[in-house]
């Protein structure tokens, strides 16, 4: 879509033709959309699905990034005070997000939009939506990019199933979770098999023997996992002769910390710490070993035969013990319903059990093909691509029934 004037409306053919023919105000002829999203993904998901809308004319309004508001300046780049992680950084500007929450109710009630789309970020949205309806708004509530609630609190779903008009969203299991609830759903596939299409039908090689570690994108996870992976890549190299390894970080300064921690155990001339993505060693490499997050979903999306590790504090563990409402962390592993990539958590994600786990991948190729075969039935299941298209069709739907 073309970047919006000042006014954040954009001025398509057809409405200067009925302005020209009936002098009627040309947002008359404009949905009025408000948006808010409060992460870099979010952000990233929101600027797609508005340049996925088609070519009508929309006033858009909101919260969101750097992306969205290049779209139209009438939507807020907030993400430096709202992306934060953790229970203690959100109380400690409990402030803050209290008067956003009144500033936003305020202003979706002074411009009265036909819908609000409302993208992940739940620990937000969710009361916003709530907000919205105490207050009396009659306009369409959307949800894009579902929460997990059902990982953690099923109970919302029954919840949001009041407040909302449309839920769409990314994984083919939830649909039918939703729907139970008498929520309207649309499964949109999942964005992943859009933005990795390229590199997925790219001329790379596997190359054998070679081991992706890939430790996670923040700087907590690589602490935590990467020594364990360090531990694993030396027991297979006294095991497998000709192994080499490859690692990256998710920004410069976590790959030289990465490059440190791989001097520090003098295995420079085993381990290459490149530059380049994760999605592109996930393309090179024979195996790999992934820290529990978005990276394993890429994985399966590129073939790469891995299995999932995860540690965090033992309080942290216990806590989401008593609250997770599902079998599995991987999300390879929840869409399937069992266990197709092995899950190395807590005490178990050591050096030990992950050289096991990746020995066994490497040492049988008919292991390693049926894992492929497996990741491959997930991935099918995710759409055949065109989501954020679909997820803008099923908005420009909702607001017609307005």
């Not at 073309?2 to 949905?31: C, H, N, Q, T, Y």
């Not at 780049?77 to 500007?93: F, H, I, M, P, S």
């Not at 036909?114 to 009361?127: C, E």
């Not at 390894?245 to 001097?263: H, I, N, W, Y």
Request: include cysteine; hydrophobic fraction near 45%; glycine fraction near 8%.
């Amino acid at each position: 879509m073309p970047e919006s004037d000042d006014s954040g409306i954009f001025l398509f053919s057809a409405a200067f033709v009925w302005k020209i023919a009936s002098d009627e105000p040309l947002l008359r002829l404009m949905k009025k959309l408000f948006l808010v999203a409060g992460e870099i993904s979010g952000d990233s998901h929101g600027s797609a699905l508005l340049e996925a809308l088609p070519g009508e004319g929309f006033c858009l309004l909101g919260l969101g990034g750097p992306k969205m508001h290049n779209i139209s300046s009438q939507i807020e780049n907030w993400l430096d005070q709202a992306a934060v992680l953790g229970l203690w950084e959100v109380l400690k500007k409990y402030g803050y997000f209290k008067a956003k929450m009144e500033e936003t109710v305020a202003r979706i009630d002074a411009e009265k939009p036909d819908g609000v789309v409302l993208i992940d970020y739940p620990g937000f949205n969710l009361r916003l939506a709530k907000r919205l309806r105490d207050e009396g708004y009659t306009g369409k509530l959307i949800y894009y990019i579902s929460p997990q609630v059902w990982a953690w609190k099923k109970g919302r779903v029954k919840v949001m199933a009041e407040l909302l008009d449309l839920m769409i969203c990314i994984f083919p299991f939830e649909k039918e979770l939703y729907e139970s609830s008498g929520l309207e759903t649309v499964f949109c596939g999942h964005p992943l098999v859009d933005s990795l299409a390229e590199i997925k039908s790219a001329d790379i090689e596997r190359e054998a023997n070679l081991v992706a570690l890939l430790p996670g994108s923040r700087e907590r996870e690589v602490v935590k996992l990467f020594p364990p992976m360090l531990d694993a890549a030396e027991i297979l190299l006294e095991e497998h002769s000709g192994l080499k390894f490859v690692t990256t970080g998710a920004t410069p300064a976590l790959t030289e910390k990465l490059r440190g921690m791989v001097d520090e155990r003098s295995l420079g001339g085993s381990i290459d710490v490149l530059e380049s993505s994760g999605q592109e060693i996930m393309r090179r490499a024979q195996v790999g070993v992934v820290a529990s997050g978005t990276a394993t979903l890429e994985a399966a999306v590129l073939g790469l035969p891995y299995c999932l590790v995860y540690k965090v504090a033992w309080l942290t563990a216990f806590a989401a013990r008593r609250v997770l409402k599902v079998r599995f962390l991987g999300i390879v592993n929840v869409i399937a319903g069992r266990e197709v990539v092995k899950e190395l958590l807590q005490d178990k994600a050591r050096g030990e059990d992950m050289a096991k786990q990746l020995s066994a991948l490497l040492d049988d190729r008919d292991k390693r093909n049926q894992l492929i075969e497996d990741l491959d039935k997930v991935v099918r299941g995710l759409g055949g691509g065109g989501a954020h298209k679909n997820a803008a069709d099923a908005v420009v739907k909702a607001l017609s029934e307005t």
